[in-house]
Each structure stands twice: as C-alpha cells, then as structure tokens.
C-alpha cells in the first residue's frame, strides 16, 4: 500500500493556474504508475490524466489537453499536475491515485488513493 497526500488546490479565476502535488510517504512510486482523476458534484469520476512508472507515456483526457501536464517526480516520490488556462468546468475535487503495473484510465484499477483536494474555478 502506498499513503498518497494531495495539495495545492484552491480557488481560482477562470484562465488561472494551479499546480497540485501528491506526495506518497510511506513507499516509493519508482515503481506505480500514478493517474489523477476528477469529480465533480453529482457527476461520475473521471480521468484527467495517467503517466506510467518512469514518466516517459502519459495520457490526458480531452478535455485538458494542451491545458494541463502530469509529471513524476521518482526521487521525490512526489507526482505533480500543473493545470493551466483553467475553466469553470474544471471545478472538481482531484484526487491523485497509484498502482503497479502500466498506466490506465480505469480509476477502479487503482488501489491507492489521496483523499482529494478542492478546485474551484470562477468565470
């Protein structure tokens, strides 16, 4: 089990920034894959973005691309999403996750969760 901790949401004016962090403190992720995944209120969580174990494929959703970059950061067991140029409607909770093995876009193949961190876009 890997304990996975996001920060960095916030509130922020349509066209702003956010970079969301998610920390893993008790393993290393040299060796997961990490995802991160929104959910908004009444609305089926979804996929944002993916990046396998060594950074070198990622997937976004298409609603954020060109728009936000995931990244991995192995030796500091830290995984990152900037999100650039947000709109309202990426107001979610974003919630970062992690498992063994390549990356997908199925948030019920993975079995480490953050608890979720607040966006809040205004227009």
């Known amino acids: 089990q890997v304990q996975l901790a996001e920060s960095g949401g916030g509130s922020v004016q349509a066209g702003g920034s956010l970079r969301l962090s998610c920390a893993a403190s008790?393993?290393?992720?040299?060796?997961?894959?990490m995802g991160w995944f929104r959910q908004a209120p009444g609305t089926e969580r979804e996929v944002v973005a993916t990046i396998g174990w060594n950074g070198d494929i990622t997937h976004y959703a298409d609603s954020v691309k060109g728009r936000f970059i995931i990244s991995k950061d192995n030796a500091k067991n830290t995984g990152y999403l900037q999100m650039d140029s947000l709109k309202p409607e990426d107001t979610a909770v974003y919630y970062c996750a992690a498992r063994r093995g390549i990356a997908v876009d199925t948030s019920s193949a993975y079995d480490n969760w953050g608890q979720g961190t607040q966006v809040t876009v205004s227009s």
């Open positions: 008790t393993r290393t992720l040299l060796t997961y894959a």
